[in-house]
């Protein structure tokens, strides 16, 4: 079955910095990657997603890039501020429609 | 509703009750997921609905966890004869459809003394 990997596990930036969080999937056919936003204690919400016809998507600060070839995309957070520090996971659809999480990232954004 | 709604937001029991989460989805969504998150980690997948009927039932941990959607609204995951291995927090996300993206309810954080 599918298996998703993700890394860094905990990340800290400076104010003003970009981020970079990188997971890899392992099911060729999964076509489907959400990445999601876990604040402490809250729900996961959904920031932005792709699909894999798709090599790039932008929305204003975030962008997710997709390489099939590789089997591996990535979350890109520009001009990070204090508000971006949260748990942030990357998921993958399989074939069957339910989605495979990492393990998640802990991003720090210091002001 | 303007979201997905679980209840109850807080369940303690004790070691063999058995326990019952609600889920509520977005009203029109016909796929409905439920996940188990453990603390400080990731989201793991427990089964999922398209309509009432579960195609996937593949992460349910063993045959004490079962869960049902009648109405293709309203789901029902039951634990029966809880263990301390099954405190975690309950999450419930629902679709438009089974291939369209997922939205998270706040969860049940269940507690077993």
């Known amino acids: 079955g599918e298996n998703v990997e993700q890394h860094p596990s905990t990340l800290s930036v400076q104010e003003g910095d970009s981020a970079v969080i990188k997971c890899t999937y392992s099911d060729s056919a999964s076509n489907y990657f959400p990445w999601y936003k876990q604040e402490l204690g809250k729900r996961p919400q959904l920031i932005i997603d792709?699909?894999?016809?798709?090599g790039e998507k932008k929305d204003q600060r975030i962008a997710v890039t997709l390489n099939k070839t590789a089997k591996h995309f990535s979350l890109h957070i520009t001009e990070t501020q204090p508000e971006d520090s949260a748990v942030y996971f990357c998921?993958?659809?399989?074939?069957?429609?339910?989605?495979?999480f990492g393990s998640g990232t802990r991003l720090l954004v210091r002001p | 509703g303007a979201g997905v709604s679980q209840s109850p937001s807080n369940k303690v029991t004790e070691k063999g009750k058995d326990v019952e989460l609600r889920c509520d989805p977005i009203?029109?969504?016909?796929?409905l997921y439920w996940y188990r998150q453990s603390l400080g980690q990731g989201l793991e997948f427990l089964i999922y609905?398209?309509?009432?009927?579960?195609?996937?039932k593949s992460g349910l941990p063993s045959d004490r966890f079962s869960a049902e959607r009648t109405g293709g609204s309203v789901s029902t995951l039951t634990i029966q004869r809880t263990q301390q291995e099954d405190s975690a927090v309950y999450l419930c996300?629902?679709?438009?459809?089974?291939?369209?993206?997922?939205?998270f309810g706040d969860g049940t954080r269940l507690s077993i003394l």
């Open positions: 792709i699909r894999s016809n798709v």
């Open positions: 009203s029109g969504h016909t796929a």
């Open positions: 998921a993958a659809m399989d074939s069957s429609y339910k989605l495979i």
């Open positions: 996300a629902s679709a438009v459809y089974s291939n369209q993206p997922q939205h």
């Open positions: 609905f398209q309509g009432n009927s579960a195609p996937d």
